[in-house]
């Protein structure tokens, strides 16, 4: 491609070969394309640049500097996107999305923004200055800092932990950057706004010249802010201190807690701290107590699977699992599930890896293997203390199955989760793990399987065309979405221009029934469960995701990315 704009460039007089020889070189010692190299070494204009971009791409040439961007186009893409491909949404037409490219022949990047956004794209070409102008402008990377620290209410947050002494004097030096009123409102900041977001984790990422800080919100990575360089060690610093962690130790991991007030509500941080290449990275997840006591009908349960899942939840014994990825809200559902039980003529006990969420009433145990504290000890202590219910984080081994299905056996109502990819498939894992199956069949009483799929903003909904391309892809008949008009989110400032705005479970509950009971002392296969599990009105994920489609809830985007393997 280069040379043949070289070529171009030459037969019409406009840059000599020795110009051409120079950017050549400037090209291959500091990378960038041939024509921004050119304008950069002064042989070039860009206005002439993009003239000759468009005869060699033949595709149509426009002025980013002259041409208004439809504001409403922007949101179309994220900004990671964005900037990934180093692309600029200018205009939207129904289906049609016109996409600004220093590069037209990026079949994948315009692939990839054709699926993500289920719109027709049509490329047209201007320099690559042009767009890093307009990404700065419109998908800004680095937020201004000084008007965040002069801006910010330090009332706001109050770290409700003591901090720790140093005594070391180079260690001092860091201890005092980390306490320095600038860094301090920023790591306040950063903290403030993830939890006026909705983020579920905050992410300072350190690079070879950058500090990337990024936000998960509704489950997805959104890049928010990138700090002065200089400020690295300081903001781990201070974390390190709100954490009570050990500042001078930067080889190993480390991980800690932070328990903060912010506008008036109690927020727990769960820190973790890695060192990588570049320095250490650092990861706060958010949990927000008030949040926790979260009624059952608003996770996402339709009707039918609901009744299921508490007629379960009312059995003075059995063993109720909850399965999914990390992620997927498995504990939330617990949580919720335990509220609804806990009554002052019940004894709950819970061990967990971590303690989430403190609970008003339930007795509840923190795992450390460190002193051989693990979930099958734990199990087999809570026993002796004649509990009527027991929460189990997480069944990891075949030692901890097997207490809890003799705790199921004995007359204890056992929660606990497990990591499967759906509900039949849990009784396979079990059985994989040693438990004989006879074991499995007697003590498991309902198994549910759930994802988080992200909601429509509802400020910004909006009727959106069915892509038949894309049920294609996804494998989903047509048939089962004739009628229905699927919606999706233009972007606005309520949702961050994502169009999404809060998640919702999509949930597969199979009880375990007197048939199925049956096939699972046949060793029956995973598929033939599933069959059997249909076949008596069991929702699948699948089917489920649909639903929420069909009510508006949710995007066909959103049932491609969580049930695509399903």
């Known amino acids: 491609m280069a040379l043949r704009l070289g070529e171009m460039l030459l037969r019409e007089g406009i840059i000599t070969q020795e110009a051409l020889t120079l950017a050549l070189a400037e090209q291959k010692s500091k990378g960038g394309r041939l024509g921004s190299n050119l304008v950069k070494l002064g042989y070039l204009s860009d206005d002439t640049l993009v003239q000759f971009l468009a005869k060699q791409f033949r595709v149509p040439a426009v002025d980013l500097s002259q041409n208004s961007i439809d504001p409403s186009s922007l949101s179309t893409i994220t900004p990671e996107t964005a900037r990934q491909y180093g692309v600029i949404p200018i205009k939207r037409v129904g289906r049609t999305l016109t996409l600004a490219m220093s590069d037209p022949t990026n079949v994948y990047a315009l692939e990839d923004i054709r699926f993500h956004t289920g719109l027709d794209v049509e490329p047209v070409v201007t320099t690559e200055s042009s767009i890093q102008s307009a990404l700065n402008r419109y998908y800004p990377a680095e937020t201004s800092l000084k008007p965040v620290i002069d801006e910010m209410d330090t009332g706001e947050i109050e770290v409700m ?24 409102k920023l790591v306040n900041y950063l903290i ?3 939890v006026r977001l ?9 690079y070879d010249k950058t500090i990337r800080v990024r936000f998960r919100v509704d489950g997805v990575l959104q890049e928010m802010m990138s700090p002065p360089l200089r400020l690295k060690n300081a903001i781990v ?28 509500k109690m927020i727990d941080l769960r820190v973790s701290i890695v060192p990588t290449t570049f320095g250490e990275k650092v990861v706060m997840r958010i949990l927000d107590q008030s949040g926790l006591m979260v009624n059952m009908n608003e996770l996402g349960f339709e009707e039918a699977p609901l009744r299921r899942f508490h007629a379960a939840l009312e059995n003075t014994h059995g063993i109720l699992l909850v399965t999914g990825p990390t992620g997927s809200g498995k504990s939330t559902t617990l949580y919720s599930a335990l509220s609804r039980l806990n009554t002052p003529n019940v004894h709950i ?27 099958a000890r734990a199990l087999r202590a809570f026993l002796r203390q004649s509990p009527n219910i027991v929460m189990v984080g997480e069944i990891r081994d075949a030692e901890t199955a097997e207490i809890a299905i003799r705790a199921a056996l004995t007359g204890h109502l056992v929660l606990s989760t497990i990591h499967t990819n759906d509900a039949p498939s849990t009784i396979n894992r079990l059985i994989d793990m040693g438990t004989e199956p006879f074991l499995v069949a007697a003590a498991v009483s309902l198994i ?30 047509t048939k089962l979405v004739e009628g229905i008009t699927p919606m999706h989110g233009r972007g606005c400032s309520e949702c961050n221009n994502t169009g999404y705005k809060g998640r919702i479970a999509i949930t597969e509950v199979m009880p375990v029934t007197p048939e199925i ?50």
């Open 349 to 375: 006990l819970t061990v967990e890896d971590p303690i989430e969420y403190n609970v008003k009433g339930i007795n509840q145990v923190q795992v450390n293997e460190e002193i051989g504290l693990t979930f």
């Open 448 to 477: 549910q399987a759930q994802r988080l799929v992200r909601k429509i903003c509802s400020k910004c909904k909006e009727p959106q065309e069915l892509d038949p391309r894309l049920l294609s892809e996804a494998g989903i008949d």
């Open 198 to 206: 909705g983020a579920s984790d905050i992410h300072i990422e350190p």
């Open 192 to 194: 403030t706004d993830a």
């Open 517 to 566: 009971r049956l096939r699972i002392l046949e060793r029956s296969s995973t598929s033939a469960i599933m069959q059997l599990a249909k076949e008596q009105g069991m929702t699948t994920l699948r089917e489920d995701v649909l639903i929420k489609l069909k009510k508006g809830v949710t995007t066909i985007q959103e049932l491609i990315r969580t049930t695509a393997m399903d």
């Open 237 to 264: 610093s201070r974390v390190k201190i709100m954490a009570e962690l050990d500042i001078a130790e930067r080889r190993i991991p480390q991980d800690g807690r932070i328990k903060l007030k912010v506008r008036g």
């Open 161 to 184: 932990e003591m901090e720790t002494e140093i005594e070391d004097e180079d260690i001092s030096q860091l201890a005092t950057s980390g306490k320095s009123a600038p860094v301090t």
